[in-house]
């Protein structure tokens, strides 16, 4: 079911002209047209949505077709964000409010639908006589999620994705870097180039903000090469380039889900982001291994790994880590990290390989590396209870004595080190 197309009123072409001044879009091409439509699922349920179309010369076809899906309404704000500054120059734009918001019908249960929903969608879009055969996905935060949830199943004519900030970082590695509003111009020329494939998106196909250096970097792949620089897990919390002998007493703390090692930074929508996290040092519940000042600057570029030798008194256990910088006042801040359930049937006699998220970052002269261990990061991580019983409805708790064995090197971290630098 749809309505009838509406064109552009005046009121909203002065607010798309102020908006596209503020994120420096860049003049429009053409006007466009809003209908309001309903869009069927498998189950019945039917979902609310606006296309937008551009009012293009007969014979011209759209730039591409941009594929959104909203669970916070398709008002004026969002939608010139993310549908109207882009129908405005040439792109089709399809503007979906997720299933039980904003006119769609079912109820809204976030992370449970979005995978068959956004299916769904694509099907129905494949039998419309306004599908010119390819589409891309836009957003961020919510409207990452649903993309990363598409993406799951990638569909062939889904041909680029523009995901500025998702729940898989929780936007600290982009906002106020650049990748929020104001990149609106990239994205443009990002979806000319992929959707129509005429040319525009000059930059390389990689752009790494790298912090520590605190610029921007264009390069022709991500992760670029690298040489793995190995620091052993030491005795008396060190971190360094030799091996520990073979009879060095292992690193032990225990996690109490009781009283949990808190998170501090790092990948939270609210107190996250890059914070000084020196408090996790002085935590008897944590092991954190230190290096001694740089010589020279160490740039990393890519994914760290952690190999561990690692036993715990009950096999129902987790794991916090962490790579932090300490800076010349003994200040620490955190850089990139990883949170991972062990499996409990785990071989404990094998070393765990974990990789962490990756980063670009480069630690200046004099500043020193940090690995933080921990058995937890509450409230962004639910508990391990230390049972194997559902830590989000079970009242029984079990203190978790970790211990990590660091002789001989067998413990260590390795860094994706630029030889450049």
């Known amino acids: 079911m749809a309505g009838s197309p509406v064109k552009r009123s005046f009121a909203g072409a ?24 309903q869009i069927p699922l498998r189950d019945g349920v039917e979902l609310a949505a606006d296309l937008y179309e551009p009012e293009l010369p007969d014979g011209k076809a759209p730039t591409g077709l941009i594929l959104i899906q909203c669970c916070y309404g398709r008002g004026a ?82 041909v680029a994705a523009v995901i500025a900030v998702g729940p898989h970082d929780q936007g600290w590695h982009a906002w106020g870097t650049g990748s929020g509003i104001h990149s ?6 990002f979806l000319s180039e992929h959707l129509a494939k005429n040319g525009k998106y000059k930059n390389p196909p990689a752009r790494i903000f ?48 009781l009283e949990p090692t808190p998170s501090i930074g790092g990948n939270q929508m609210s107190a996250g982001g890059r914070v000084d996290d020196s408090a996790y040092a002085d935590r008897s519940d944590v092991l954190a291994f230190t290096s001694e000042p740089l010589s020279e600057d160490l740039e990393i570029l890519g994914i760290p790994s952690v190999h561990l030798i690692h036993a715990s008194d009950s096999p129902f256990v987790d794991l916090f880590l962490r790579i932090s910088e300490v800076d010349d006042r003994g200040v620490s801040h955190n850089i990139t990290e990883l949170y991972q359930a062990l499996d409990p049937s785990r071989d404990t006699s094998q070393p765990l390989v974990l990789d962490l998220q990756d980063c670009a970052h480069r630690f200046r002269v004099g500043t020193r590396v940090r690995l933080i261990i921990a058995g937890g990061s509450f409230p962004m991580y639910a508990r391990s209870l230390g049972t194997g019983e559902d830590r989000l409805r079970s009242d029984t708790t079990v203190p978790q004595k970790h211990t990590v064995t660091i002789s001989g090197g067998v413990s260590q971290l390795i860094l994706p080190v630029n030889a450049a630098v």
């Open 77 to 158: 704000g969002i939608s010139f964000l993310y549908a109207r500054v882009f129908a405005a120059r040439g792109f089709q734009a399809l503007f979906v409010s997720t299933r039980g918001t904003h006119g769609s019908g079912g109820t809204f249960d976030p992370g449970n639908h979005e995978q068959s929903d956004s299916q769904d969608i694509v099907a129905w879009m494949r039998q419309q006589p306004w599908y010119h055969g390819s589409f891309a996905t836009l957003g961020p935060s919510y409207l990452g999620y649903s993309q990363w949830a598409l993406l799951h199943d990638p569909p062939p004519d889904c």
């Open 14 to 37: 002065t607010l798309d002209y102020i908006g596209a001044r503020y994120v420096g879009a860049g003049p429009e091409t053409c006007s466009y047209t809003t209908q309001a439509i």
């Open 210 to 257: 790298v912090t520590g250096s605190e610029e921007w970097r264009s390069m022709p792949t991500w992760p670029p090469s690298t040489q793995p620089k190995t620091l052993y897990l030491q005795e008396g919390n060190c971190l360094g380039s030799k091996k520990p002998v073979q009879d060095v007493s292992p690193g032990t703390f225990t996690f109490d889900p």
């Open 184 to 189: 609106t111009p990239d994205i443009l020329d």
